[in-house]
């Protein structure tokens, strides 16, 4: 039959790595026998003793915790403030654009009032979800590092740090992924959701179905070069070979991306003719404006690089 001392043990060490259980059951099984003795000594009953004993040492569930050296919270105090700024700055950004979005199409489509606050709510909510999830998801990530288990030390004079290349912050890190993911999952959400269908009840996809042989598997691997990217980013700030990287990931997104608008190659014709707009919109209006954005955002991305690298290059001196 099992002691309390057995269950006790037993409740601390079930959810620990199985290399540890032994070494850890072993070092509580002394510490309680110790502290029995030292009870027992001073002449309470052994099963007093026992009960004391194992009260003293508190929830096993906690002493679990902290064996296994892991956060028992989701997003630690660290994170916490800047997980709660960036969430509500994504919400204010991204929710009111993809809402006018949505609300654009559904106008466009003459979808009649209920049809367009139905999906305009439901697409916000599903935005939301997701926006809170990934953000979530990451930060929770980042807390359980091995960086983020460090204790935080008591602020010194000592303690400043040195003057070294200009710093990604968490804030930035979080966006940067969760907008990699947004992305990606944008693309892949247009090919089986849409408001319009084929003959065959279908979901007809705002990019041109063909790319998927190709150009967004390409692009798909970019967007994983763009999350190593961040990450490096993150851990050694801005200098001059990681802005001559992002230099590249910059140019090979815009060159195949320029090219594929110009060729008309992007866009879906069956989607474009659902919307009752002629042949030639897509190339006359649509084209410039996809390409004056790829450019601007591109080029501004590139600038923004190289002037952190320069003030990193600086800040060494």
Do not use: C
Not at 145 to 173: D, F, H, N, Q, Y
């Amino acid at each position: 039959m099992s002691t309390l001392t057995d269950r006790y043990v037993w409740a601390v060490i079930r959810s620990l790595p199985e290399k540890q259980r032994n070494d850890i059951e072993r070092e509580l099984r002394a510490s309680i026998d110790d502290a029995m003795e030292a009870r027992v000594a001073a002449g309470e009953p052994i099963r007093t003793a026992e009960h004391d004993t194992l009260l003293e040492l508190g929830d096993p569930d906690r002493l679990s915790a902290s064996y296994a050296e892991r956060p028992s919270f989701l997003i630690g105090p660290a994170y916490y403030f800047d997980y709660i700024r960036l969430l509500k700055l994504l919400y204010v950004l991204v929710l009111p654009i993809t809402a006018a979005t949505v609300f654009l199409v559904q106008l466009l489509t003459g979808a009649g009032i209920g049809a367009i606050v139905g999906s305009v709510i439901g697409t916000a909510i599903e935005v939301a979800v997701h926006l809170g999830f990934w953000t979530t998801l990451v930060f929770a990530i980042i807390t359980r590092s091995e960086k983020a288990r460090k204790p935080v030390a008591s602020w010194s004079l000592e303690s400043l740090p040195e003057r070294t290349s200009p710093r990604v912050g968490i804030p930035e890190l979080v966006a940067s992924v969760v907008f990699l993911l947004f992305f990606a999952g944008a693309i892949v959400w247009q090919q089986y959701n849409s408001v319009f269908t084929d003959a065959s009840g279908s979901p007809i996809p705002v990019l041109q179905p063909d790319l998927w042989t190709l150009w967004i598997p390409y692009v798909f691997g970019l967007i994983a070069l763009e999350l190593v990217f961040a990450i490096v980013l993150y851990r050694t700030g801005w200098n001059w070979p990681l802005a001559l990287v992002n230099v590249v990931l910059n140019v090979a997104f815009l060159v195949p991306a320029i090219w594929l608008v110009v060729n008309d190659r992007v866009l879906n014709h069956a989607f474009l003719s659902k919307l009752g707009w002629p042949d030639d919109l897509g190339m006359s209006v649509i084209a410039p404006i996809l390409v004056l954005v790829f450019v601007g955002v591109a080029a501004g991305d590139v600038i923004d690089g190289m002037v952190k690298a320069r003030r990193g290059a600086v800040a060494r001196r």
